[in-house]
């Protein structure tokens, strides 16, 4: 499977400040990368579609201006959470497809935002 | 009614009994079905991936699939404790690459 790493691993800021997060696919080239966000005890919540060279795609509900996406290489996709509030604190996980005609996703380790 | 649905759990079970996970989904045209396990803080983890019905046997894991029922499971045979997990249910409705995911099964395996 694919290995993909993210940065920083866990982010204590306060509200108000823009932090970014980034996802490397490490093994191989993504052209769509997927972010998650995940709240205690409950599933993972896609947020958006990651697409190198164009706009991401985000889903309803999801503040595009709030969440920032930038997918500039095949190996990076970054997510900025901006002006952020202690209800953006969450777990933040980004995801890779497979290798072409495999349908599995392989997921980061994960970035822990809190909010003060 | 929920597209993937998972019973939250928790399920306990005794160590070295099976474990049996249950999954079913709502759209009768999902092609492609995946069982995660998550540990508490941690990303989810591929753990099996099933396409056609029947079983599919990695190990001490076994993924069944039911197309007709649309139903997906999970047997985790000789349980360990490092089993206890919450275990979520993905199902992949068609051609692009978005998952649908299940709320997850916490899974308690007792020594």
């Known amino acids: 499977g694919a290995v993909v790493s993210q940065h920083p691993s866990w982010v204590i800021c306060k509200s108000g400040t823009s932090v970014k997060i980034e996802c490397r696919s490490l093994?191989?080239?993504?052209?769509?990368m997927f972010w998650y966000r995940q709240f205690p005890k409950q599933s993972l919540m896609l947020m958006a579609t990651?697409?190198?060279?164009?706009?991401?795609?985000?889903e309803q509900g999801v503040e595009k201006d709030k969440f920032l996406i930038n997918h500039a290489s095949l190996t990076l996709s970054t997510l900025t959470v901006t002006s952020a509030h202690p209800e953006d604190s969450s777990f933040y996980i980004c995801?890779?497809?497979?290798?072409?005609?495999?349908?599995?996703?392989?997921f980061g380790p994960g970035t822990r935002l809190t909010v003060l | 009614q929920k597209e993937v649905e998972q019973n939250s759990g928790p399920l306990s079970v005794p160590e070295g009994a099976i474990a049996s996970l249950n999954c079913t989904y709502s759209?009768?045209?999902?092609?492609?079905f995946f069982w995660y396990r998550q540990y508490s803080g941690k990303s989810p983890e591929l753990i099996m991936s099933?396409?056609s019905n029947g079983d599919k046997e990695d190990g001490r894991f076994t993924a069944q699939l039911n197309k007709a029922s649309q139903y997906v499971s999970l047997l985790i045979r000789d349980s360990q404790p490092s089993d206890s997990a919450t275990y979520l249910c993905?199902?992949?409705?068609?051609?692009?690459?978005?998952?649908?995911w299940g709320a997850g099964t916490k899974l308690i395996i007792k020594p």
């Open positions: 995801s890779v497809p497979g290798l072409a005609g495999v349908d599995e996703q392989f």
């Open positions: 093994d191989f080239q993504a052209t769509t």
């Open positions: 990651s697409n190198e060279g164009s706009k991401a795609t985000y």
């Open positions: 759209d009768r045209g999902s092609q492609s």
């Open positions: 099933i396409y």
């Open positions: 993905a199902v992949k409705k068609d051609s692009n690459y978005q998952l649908i």
